[in-house]
């Protein structure tokens, strides 16, 4: 089941971090048409379904508490998933969001999914659980100067002295010589941070699914693998490209072109 694996996987990392884990489910109807009318009717109809889904979602709380003494009581709405979860998001500071993939994790799907009203607006990062493993070591990819420094800066603020290592991947083949020397200073300046930070941290140097058959080979042994994805990429884009050869989870931190700082 996608939420149960998304929780335990939240689970270790609020562990890990030192944080809390807030679930949130989104009770939505098949057809509101059918309560439209007297006030008190529509406003009946909602408590009752959010009641319902307490009662759906309350078992598997219940079972993950006991191992995840981080777990908070669920937060249960009843409306638009999307617009409800926008507004929790806007309301409230988080570090954050985490949800398990229930849909084809193919480059189509991908860019489907992180081009909803949801991922284009949320103002944290996400990440998408595909299979649940123990969180042994987190891969950060280095596609470009830009995005080296959105990870860092994120990386910095959430794994401050944490125990579980960072691997910095970045591209050989980096939009030729200079931009290639670019990007491994700016690795290298992202490696002084992060070890600043008490992180422990490595860098290795790869090349792109495209220029070599195999190379996303490198990720397979992570739990974790982090992005720093362009708001409005387009379906030929780099990080669409390794995002669909992860095979367990993805953190993704959203940015506009040319700014480094992560919103």
Not at 161 to 178: D, H, I, W
């Amino acid at each position: 089941m996608p939420s149960s694996v998304a929780i335990r996987f939240a689970c270790q990392l609020g562990e890990l971090m030192g944080i809390e884990i807030l679930p949130v489910y989104v009770k939505e109807s098949p057809s509101h048409e059918a309560v439209m009318g007297a006030g008190w009717v529509s406003r009946t109809w909602e408590k009752e379904m959010v009641q319902q889904g307490k009662s759906e979602i309350a078992e598997l709380i219940i079972a993950e508490k006991d191992f995840c003494p981080v777990l908070r009581d669920p937060k249960v709405i009843y409306g638009d998933r999307e617009g409800e979860l926008l507004k929790i998001s806007q309301a409230e500071e988080f570090d954050f969001f985490v949800e398990g993939a229930h849909f084809a994790w193919t480059a189509s799907d991908l860019y489907k999914k992180l081009h909803t009203k949801f991922y284009q607006r949320i103002p944290f990062p996400a990440i998408l659980v595909r299979n649940l493993r123990k969180v042994n070591q987190v891969q950060l990819l280095c596609l470009d100067v830009n995005g080296t420094h959105v990870l860092t800066s994120l990386f910095q603020k959430i794994w401050k002295n944490c125990s579980v290592p960072l691997l910095l991947n970045y591209r050989s083949e980096a939009t030729g010589k200079t931009g290639n020397s670019e990007l491994r200073e700016a690795v290298e300046q992202a490696r002084g941070i992060l070890t600043g930070s008490g992180c422990k941290v490595s860098v290795q140097e790869i090349t792109s699914p495209r220029t070599e058959i195999g190379s996303a080979e490198v990720l397979k042994d992570s739990s974790l693998v982090a992005i720093a994805v362009e708001r409005g990429f387009k379906k030929d884009s780099s990080e669409l490209q390794w995002l669909s050869e992860v095979t367990t989870s993805s953190l993704l931190a959203f940015h506009w072109a040319g700014n480094e700082v992560l919103i």
